[in-house]
């Protein structure tokens, strides 16, 4: 699942005020070793800060895929009033009432605020549980429903357990806190996430409550988080910096603070800031030190290949990102239709002033759905190229026939979506490049400040075949479909001024600056080359050669993981000598392209069945396979792998200095001559009849709900052993890939066989 899907973290821009802090996490956890998180299944929601005062008395891990905690309990001051915010209304019912943790918070909770002169008031909502109730007055309180928010004199708590949407009721519990009163929150999101109206968006299930809590300084978040297992707690003892604003600033004007996690400064430094900035005025004193920690300027950086930016430290990330926000703020970016970032004319690029602005019909054939690799989740929108660009700061309209209104489609300006401020050094703008805009209209105008091609995304669950447009105001961009336009066509395409350019087929597009086409004189030829790759990589894949959708291989002047990436639904590639052998058919049949042949197999890998160890293994058999199969140069195309005695000497290496899974499998061009002995001895169709036994497994089934790691090992030795009708356990043995003892029974029909040069090497 996606992560940012599963977090749903919601960042509302509200206005806060700085406050003083009463409510004290020692008191409060007096006699308290430990508090629960609801039943499994059930849900917390977070809270973030947007100022120095709020203090933090319970944190609990985000999820279990992602090693950050989020604040669960957080109390804050309004005026002579304090706030006590929990994420959770269930810890005001029966169930975890009944725990006697929560019972004694609830008691330090009513002791703080009590003046043991006379009985407490509190009021509470007309949906409070019963047993919250029986509590209050088991403790000797008053108990009344504050309907409308009307409270009665001398009320010393009010528990809220729903969200207020009228501004009325608001205002009144605004002044009672003010007042002195006390003001006790439990989070009614996760009620209102398992009530969701699914066919609505999120947006109308944020509370309105936060116009309220933002000024003290508390921000509930729909950030939902689940118990790890069952009896889980939260924590209590420390609390990592990066949650609280205060010890942010502590950390980031430390000279000594060089390094943080990406996870710590997504999940909890950034939204920490985002709601810092949002919530307070930019002559606040809190901007102002938040300007100065960051050295934020009145102008934005702007990375270029001849002058990258440097930001390798926290406080620099921090300043990069912020410093954009505050210049978007000025200069009303979010609004502006007609706003151009000094940055975009560098990258991705500038369209010529003379450029033609033309009026474009546009017919799309609708390539969808999943081709049983690891696709997206089922509400992706799968891109589809128009062969149009839309200029930095220029209006383009936009024209859908009314009968596709409902059929969810948008607009997409820009493919460099990828945000670099993980990296130390920048060579361009490290922000998503991309804008999208809903088609819901007969006619839309869109615009980016940044510019570039145009794309439509369409469902991929769309049962649409075609789709027709028009779009006014565009610029052409070379774009070449192979069986679509011609070599003759293509002297003119190439020159199209657009700064970017993608040749395409059914099963693969290259998006390439367009400088790198201008000398290409046969796109044809070179993009049939390029479908053997990809047929060769559908047949060693077990999928259909006449894929539902084409893979996509962009080109980036900075590429944001390694040399270059994958994920679902593109590859991501240097703008460098690699971007020109891939688009030279010549050197491409002679030397092949590893980088571009290894990506394109994660793409391809069983990656619900593969063990662990092989993700950067098994991709190379079908770079192997195709240096092979299409190019026809054999196994050994890589330094790694040069050839066959490299190969021998490789393993040799590896069995005479105490091998072991662990260096198996940390050595990827070791392993990989595992699998080439295989091959080398019972060819590939011992591969791909393995890979059909996969396939038809599906893996699909497995990626959110995988098999354990030795299953997925013992899932390999008894299928390799199948398709080669060979007993491999003393292969597997020597090279000390750990299979269980059932795995080895069920092969033990199959005749032995081990290689000459791994003799030696076995157990005496």
């Known amino acids: ?72 309990i957080m109390t ?67 108990v ?68 309220l809590l933002s000024k003290a300084g508390i921000f509930n978040a729909y950030t939902l988080i689940q118990a790890n297992h069952i009896n889980d707690t939260l924590n209590l003892k420390d609390v990592p910096f990066y949650l609280s604003v ?98 975009s004319k560098v990258f991705p690029g500038r369209v010529p002033q003379n450029a033609k602005r033309t009026v474009e019909q546009i017919n799309i054939d609708v390539k969808v759905g999943s081709q049983g ?34 059929q969810y489609l948008k607009a997409q300006i820009g493919i460099h979506n990828d945000d670099l401020k993980h990296l130390d050094n920048l060579v361009r703008s490290g922000f998503d490049l991309t804008i999208s805009f809903e088609l819901e209209k007969d006619t839309t105008i869109i615009f980016s400040p940044y510019g570039g091609l145009l794309y439509i995304r369409i469902p991929d669950s769309s049962s649409l075949k075609s789709i027709g447009i028009t779009a006014s105001g565009v610029v052409k961009a070379p774009y070449y479909k192979l069986g679509k336009n011609t070599l003759a066509e293509w002297e003119t395409i190439k020159n199209n001024p657009a700064p970017w350019a993608e040749l395409a087929t059914n099963n693969i597009i290259l998006t390439v600056p367009s400088y790198r086409i201008k000398n290409l004189e046969n796109p044809e030829s070179l993009l049939k080359l390029w479908d053997q790759i990809m047929d060769a990589d559908a047949d060693l894949a077990i999928i259909s050669k006449t894929r539902t959708h084409p893979e996509r291989i962009v080109i980036d002047n900075q590429v944001a993981y390694g040399y270059m990436f994958t994920v679902w639904d593109k590859i991501v590639a240097p703008d460098d000598e690699s971007c020109e052998l891939m688009l030279n058919e010549k050197i491409l049949k002679e030397k092949g392209s590893w980088g571009h042949f290894h990506e394109l197999g994660h793409r391809h890998q069983f990656w619900g069945l593969d063990m662990d160890e092989v993700s950067e293994v098994t991709t190379n058999l079908y770079t192997i396979y195709v240096y092979d199969k299409v190019l026809k140069k054999g196994l050994y195309n890589h ?44 060819g590939w169709e011992s591969i791909i009849k393995a890979n059909k036994i996969y396939r038809e497994m599906d893996p699909r089934k497995y990626y959110d709900h995988p098999l354990s790691n030795q299953q997925r090992i013992d899932l390999w030795y008894t299928t390799i052993c199948k398709t080669t009708n060979a007993n491999l356990s003393s292969f597997f043995e020597v090279w000390k890939i750990p299979v269980s003892e059932k795995a080895k029974n069920d092969t033990r029909n199959y005749k032995t066989w081990l290689p000459t040069e791994l003799v030696a090497f076995l157990p005496h």
């Open 246 to 343: 205060k010890s942010i600033f502590k950390q980031l004007a430390n000279p000594a603070f060089k390094a943080i996690d990406p996870t710590e400064y997504a999940y909890g430094i950034e939204p920490n800031f985002e709601l810092t900035f949002s919530n307070n005025a930019d002559t606040s004193q809190i901007i102002k030190k938040l300007k100065s920690i960051l050295a934020i300027s009145d102008t934005l950086a702007v990375p270029t290949l001849k002058n990258p930016l440097d930001i390798s430290t926290p406080a620099k990330k921090a300043g990069y990102q912020f410093s954009k926000y505050l210049f978007d703020k000025i200069h009303n970016v979010d609004k502006a239709t007609d706003f151009v970032y000094p940055e």
């Open 639 to 682: 330094d790694g792998i040069a050839s066959r005695d490299k190969v021998k000497e490789k393993i040799h290496n590896y069995l005479q200095n105490q091998p072991t899974f662990e260096k198996w499998g940390k050595s990827p061009f070791t392993a990989l001559c595992m699998y080439i002995q295989i091959i080398e001895h019972f």
């Open 144 to 211: 009344y429903i504050a309907e409308n928010a009307k409270f009665q004199s001398n009320t010393s708590l009010y528990f809220l357990t729903e969200d207020i949407k009228d501004t009325t009721a608001q205002q009144k519990i605004e002044k009672y806190i003010r007042d002195g009163g006390q003001l006790i929150y439990g989070s009614p999101y996760p009620g209102i996430f398992k009530h969701r109206d699914q066919t609505k968006s999120y947006l109308n299930d944020l509370v309105k409550i936060n116009s």
């Open 1 to 72: 699942m996606n992560l940012k899907t599963y977090l749903l973290l919601i960042l509302v821009f509200l206005t806060s005020h700085a406050f003083a802090q009463n409510f004290q996490k020692s008191a409060l956890l007096k006699g308290i070793n430990t508090l629960p998180m609801p039943d499994t299944g059930k849900f917390v929601s977070a809270f973030f800060s947007t100022n120095e005062e709020p203090n933090i008395v319970a944190t609990h891990l985000l999820a279990p895929q992602v090693d950050v905690l989020a604040t669960i």
């Open 76 to 142: 804050s001051t309004l005026g002579k009033g304090q706030i006590f915010a929990i994420g959770s209304s269930e810890y005001f019912e029966s169930k975890l009432l009944s725990d006697q943790n929560v019972q004694k918070l609830l008691k330090n909770i009513l002791k703080n605020v009590s003046t043991h002169s006379k009985k407490l008031k509190i009021a509470v909502t007309k949906s409070a549980d019963p047993a919250l109730i029986s509590f209050l007055k088991a403790n000797k309180a008053r």
């Open 373 to 406: 690799l690891a696709d997206p989740y089922p509400d992706y929108f799968r891109l589809h190229s128009t062969g149009v660009y839309v200029p930095a700061g220029e209006k383009v309209s936009i024209v859908v026939n009314p009968k596709y209104k409902n």
